[in-house]
């Protein structure tokens, strides 16, 4: 006979994918953070030969911009702050493997491997390190409700 279980079976590999795409974004708005790039307003007039009918409202095309450049910087830096606010709660390994490995600039030129065989000292093997990661993962998930959970058929389908 089968358990009934009031908690939802979590899928570890979309959820770990969700994750990695939370800290993608984290790097890339980190990235545009430093450097922020904003909007200019355009000097140069337009003109039409068609005449324009009244709408009753009119453009600020500068106060829109700087409202979109305020906006999407505050945004970005509201984003990075809860990530790195989740991370420094994290248990010391946990905190460290995410930083060294997904935090990093260097993130597309260093691998799993590096990180648990030069960077943790002493080294660590490759079971451990996916166990910290996990954890890590999933406090990421929890906190940022990327949880995925099993449907239905993936349950039965992993039960067989």
Known sequence: MEQ?????????SKTQEAVERALEQYRYYKFLTEDEEEREASTTASYSLSPRG?????SDQTG???V???DKQIQRRKYCERIERVVRRMPRMERFLIEERYLTKEHDYITDQHVYNFVFQPPISSGKYDKIRWKAFFKLAS???LIVEKTGNEKREGAS
């Open 4 to 12: 009934l279980s009031f908690l939802p079976e979590i899928d570890r």
């Open 54 to 58: 009244y709408t009753g409202t009119t």
């Open 64 to 66: 829109d911009i700087a």
């Open 68 to 70: 979109h450049n305020v």
């Open 143 to 145: 906190n940022l409700d």
